[in-house]
């Protein structure tokens, strides 16, 4: 199992950015997809979910309205997009495979697989 993010960089307040998530070694739509963030010393944070059809998702309440998550399942690849980005966006963000087809949440127990992840830095 392989999961590799990319699209993160540094961006000023404001802007946008578009993570990907590739992912490969298994069958990818039978488990809904998680991003999360870690900042230096702290845990990661859950960001969004969506699950395994795209039919449903899951933001945490700092990013409603302002990240949009998707996914392509015919090219095995989770997308989120990120506008009008903080300060307190920057973060390493992962993306993860939960051991369910339907988003339950963010406890990392329930992510079974991680990426290697993407910095993303916004400037104030």
């Known amino acids: 199992v392989q999961l590799v993010e990319s699209g993160g960089g540094l961006v000023q307040a404001g802007g946008s950015l578009r993570l990907s998530c590739a992912a490969s070694?298994?069958?990818?739509?039978?488990?809904?997809i998680g991003w999360f963030r870690q900042v230096p010393g702290k845990e990661p944070k859950g960001v969004s979910c969506?699950?395994?059809?795209?039919?449903?998702?899951d933001y945490t309440d700092s990013v409603k309205g302002r990240f949009t998550i998707s996914r392509d399942n015919a090219k095995n690849t989770i997308y989120l997009q990120m506008n009008n980005l903080k300060p307190e966006d920057t973060a390493t963000y992962y993306c993860?495979?939960?051991?369910?087809?339907?988003?339950?949440?963010?406890?990392?127990?329930?992510?079974?697989?991680w990426g290697l992840g993407t910095q993303v830095t916004v400037s104030s």
């Open positions: 969506i699950s395994s059809t795209g039919g449903r998702s």
């Open positions: 070694g298994f069958t990818w739509d039978n488990y809904a």
């Open positions: 993860a495979i939960h051991t369910r087809d339907y988003c339950s949440g963010y406890d990392l127990k329930s992510y079974h697989y």
